[in-house]
């Protein structure tokens, strides 16, 4: 009896797949053949840091990197460009950027998940109304904030298979929409830096933590259908002086007077 009861406790256990894993599966299947690259390079951003540091309205990283690359995407409008393969070969040039960011939270049930905010066209937004939306991301109900991926994820699972290949391979318009002309998936608040994850954009942004000498590491992801490194090497470039250059500006000069306090 005791050695039954021994095989009982060492035995493990199974549970049904949760409902909201199935959108990670969905990205994780679109990324495989996207032939993706990544770029490293080291920024000197500690003036940025402290303009952040002693601005009144309390700015995420995530906001200021989506901003700036942002801008970067409209001096190079490659960037903005998304690879279509049916029915022939062209690349789609979107008019504006679509920033996806990828956020972690918990549910309307409290438990904890991912989900996908996007920004439009945030090179003409404020760093201020930029940041009410990141806030909205993180805190407001789901059912408000992120209505299209829910009701996605109660599809099964051929019917979401069938919509992302055709968002991966038929439509430039539609993924920019949808999906996004670009990524941000950051774990720099946590102390690390998440140099690979799924690209299912044109490029995908990740950087590390800020050290207290201001460097920080940041990882660029590229579809190599759509651009090469040295375009990419000159988008980390143009991103660290955007960074030191019109996000210190805007934060130093703009009346930032807060609502809430930045997630």
Not at 13 to 27: G, K, Q, Y
Not at 164 to 191: D, E, P, Q, Y
Request: net charge positive; charged share 20%.
């Amino acid at each position: 009896m005791r050695l039954q009861s021994t095989e009982r406790t060492n035995k493990g256990s199974r549970r049904s797949f949760p409902r909201h894993r199935e959108t990670v599966l969905d990205i994780v299947r679109a990324s495989q053949r996207v032939p993706s690259f990544p770029l490293l390079y080291t920024m000197q951003i500690g003036e940025l840091a402290r303009v952040r540091e002693n601005a009144s309205f309390r700015v995420a990283w995530s906001t200021l990197f989506a901003k700036a690359y942002a801008m970067v995407s409209r001096q190079l409008p490659e960037l903005r460009e998304l690879f279509v393969g049916t029915p022939t070969k062209h690349l789609y040039r979107h008019p504006h950027s679509v920033a996806s960011l990828s956020v972690h939270r918990k549910d309307d049930l409290g438990q904890e998940r991912l989900i996908w905010g996007r920004w439009n066209d945030a090179e003409s937004t404020s760093l201020v109304d930029l940041q009410y939306q990141l806030d909205a991301f993180c805190q407001a109900p789901l059912s408000d904030v992120f209505s299209e991926g829910l009701i996605l994820e109660r599809r099964s699972a051929l019917v979401r298979r069938v919509l992302w290949w055709w968002l991966m391979n038929c439509s430039g318009r539609k993924r920019a929409k949808h999906v996004g002309t670009f990524s941000i998936s950051s774990l720099g608040g946590h102390g690390v830096l998440n140099a690979h994850h799924p690209l299912v954009t044109s490029s995908s942004l990740a950087f590390g933590p800020i050290s207290t000498s201001g460097e920080c590491e940041v990882v660029l992801i590229c579809d190599h259908r759509t651009f090469d490194g040295v375009l990419g090497a000159r988008a980390l470039k143009l991103l660290e002086s955007t960074l030191l250059g019109a996000m210190v500006n805007e934060l130093s000069s703009s009346p930032m007077q807060t609502k809430a306090a930045a997630a």
